[in-house]
Nanobody, 127 residues
Framework: QSQLVESGGGLVQPGGSLRLSCAVS????????IGWFRQAPGKEREAVSC????????TYAASVKGRFTISRDNGKNTVFLQMTSLGPEDTAVYYC????????????????????WGQGTQVTVSS
């Protein structure tokens, strides 16, 4: 089993930046892939980004490409999501997910493919 804890959410102004963190623990924490998802009120949970544990390769949804950057701290099994140029459309609860058997190709696997999830952290973009 893996445990995931997100942090770093909060209120930011349009055009601002925010960095989210996802701490992963458990016997398979260093395997598979880590994904970021978000869910806005009244909308489906959507994929944001993914990073593969094996080679560090990354994938982004078209809506965030060029604005968000996913990275990892290998020693502490922590994954980050650096968000810039934020707009109201980015307002959502952001979730971190992990699966020890997944590999993200040129897309982020569907939310149903991920085994473990964090509790989520709220990101609100408003002036």
């Amino acid at each position: 089993q893996s445990q995931l804890v997100e942090s770093g959410g909060g209120l930011v102004q349009p055009g601002g930046s925010l960095r989210l963190s996802c701490a992963v623990s458990g016997p398979t924490a260093g395997y598979g892939a880590i994904g970021w998802f978000r869910q806005a009120p009244g909308k489906e949970r959507e994929a944001v980004s993914c990073i593969n544990s094996s080679d560090g390769s990354t994938t982004y949804a078209a809506s965030v490409k060029g604005r968000f950057t996913i990275s990892r701290d290998n020693g502490k099994n922590t994954v980050f999501l650096q968000m810039t140029s934020l707009g109201p459309e980015d307002t959502a609860v952001y979730y971190c997910a992990q699966d020890a058997d997944l590999y993200c190709p040129d897309y982020v696997p569907d939310k149903a493919d991920w085994t473990y999830w964090g509790q989520g952290t709220q990101v609100t973009v408003s002036s």
